[in-house]
């Protein structure tokens, strides 16, 4: 029974990490999920740099530079995903090309090189996501800035 139990809740949190959430509105909103359940590592971070993106299209759209100084990054590479099968080989190179476009978010000095930095950044996220959680890849879409 308990061992059902731990199935059902981790096939749950599966569902809600990676597939698709139709219709879901453009801000992370807090979604039910059964209490047994709490966000893998991984996908507390991920909440966290998808918010971040979020709010640096919002103020790059009204023509401001924004700061990306979050050390949050550094650990994607050793987090725990909800299921070991969410991450393998080819998750750490995709994690440093990450990394790599998100110092160029950080270095940009105007805000078209941001724009153009944010957006490399996104094809960064979208780039790991075809490999490894196919899920979220539209709603990640959303945050290019066209
Ligand atoms: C190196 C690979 C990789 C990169 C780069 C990456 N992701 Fe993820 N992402 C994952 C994996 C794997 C998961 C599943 C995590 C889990 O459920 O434990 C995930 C999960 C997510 C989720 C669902 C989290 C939840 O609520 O369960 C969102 C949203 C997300 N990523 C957005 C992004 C955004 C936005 C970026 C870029 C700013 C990004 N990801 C970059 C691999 C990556």
């Not at 893998?40 to 909440?47: F, G, T």
């Not at 993106?53 to 023509?63: N, Q, T, V, W, Y």
Request: net charge neutral; charged share 15%; glycine share 4%.
């Amino acid at each position: 029974m308990k061992s059902k139990l731990i199935i059902l809740s981790l096939l749950l949190s599966m569902i809600y990490a990676c597939t698709p959430t139709q219709g879901s509105p453009d801000v992370v909103a807090p979604v039910w999920s059964p209490k047994v359940d709490q966000p893998s590592e991984l996908a507390v971070i991920m909440r966290a740099i998808h918010q971040e993106g979020i709010e640096r299209k919002a103020s790059l759209e009204k023509g401001m530079l924004s700061t990306a100084n979050s050390s949050l990054i550094f650990n994607m590479i050793t987090a725990q995903p909800t299921e070991p099968h969410m991450v393998g080989p080819a998750f750490e190179p995709h994690a440093q090309g990450f990394i790599y476009s998100y110092s160029e978010i950080a270095s940009a000095t105007s805000v078209p090189a941001q724009i153009e930095a944010h957006n490399n950044l996104v094809k960064s996220c979208v780039a790991c996501h075809m490999n490894f959680c196919q899920g979220p890849i539209s709603r990640i879409e959303k945050l290019y800035i066209h």
